[in-house]
């Protein structure tokens, strides 16, 4: 469609059109497989021509893979990147790149170790640089926390009493600034809302006709709307891809921890993170052998050193 919008820009190449399209397969919910220009365009010969190769005339690059990140803190982006491909499974990694060229692609270098045998140990390290974020300059305290708990009742009273300093003391605004995802079925959203409420705190619930209401008739949808004033935003994961804020919450990651071996549940959590533009906090339920990977991915700060244990289920990303 956007291709089509456009308008020829020289009248004697018709199929010739100034578009820039980009692509984040760490970001896609459903695929994290980076779309060939011919699933895209088609095979149109002239179309063909013209997505192929390396430069355009002049020596202008038809491709740029961007390995800067200026939304999400260093700590934040290196631990989703871990905990997302499972960089410290027991088993091996669920998926991820496999050759230096790709990681470094993405802001890493690899120091040591390479990807050729199973068994090897590689370490890599995110260059400060690479995730210029600001944040770091004005806050000196951990941007990256993640607190489990035994119960709902413990861990949702936590939840509300840290809103509340976020709002009264640290006078983040609701909207916008602050941001509840949850990983999971509706259940979590209900939990979380009824939560709020026994706070006397304003919720949202993208497309809902008004604040603090959970369950409302399609026809009364707001359209695309994700924030409202005076009011905390619940979203799940495909909701608030797209959206960010300063303070992210992250609920239901018990769930993940209980398929851990799916890389589509463990990219969903890569996604909840990555919304943070300051700071995330992570809470759980239960005890889970995934809950150390997850305590170790932020330990080691953006420095990984782990085993390559590469099976017939990894799934290898490629840039493209």
Known sequence: MAYKALKPIDSSKPKLKRLIWAYDELQNLNSMKVPTNKEIFGDDPEIKELTGGVYYEGGIKKSEIMKVCYRTPHSILTTAHAIGM??????????????????????YEVTS???????????????IENSPNPINKHYSGDLISFETFT???????????????????????PKRQILIVYIGNKNIRAKIAKAMNKAVLNY????????????????????DKFWSDDAVTIASVYEAKGNEANMVYVLGVENVAQKEEDMNVR????????RARCWVKVMGLGEYRFYEEFRKAIEVKGKFEFVYRKNSQVVELENQ
């Open 151 to 173: 119960n709902n009742e413990d861990l949702y009273e936590e939840l509300t009493k840290n809103i509340k300093e976020d709002i009264e003391i640290h006078e983040l605004d």
């Open 113 to 127: 170790g390479d990807f050729k045998l199973k068994g090897n140990i590689v370490s890599l390290k995110r260059p």
């Open 267 to 274: 990219n969903e959590l890569f996604v909840a993170l990555t």
């Open 204 to 223: 949202y619930i993208p497309q809902a006709p008004r604040n603090n209401v959970t369950e409302f008739h399609w026809k009364d949808k707001e359209g």
């Open 86 to 107: 499972g960089l410290f499974r027991t088993e091996g990694m669920v998926c991820g790149y496999t050759t230096q060229k790709d990681w470094e692609d993405i802001g």
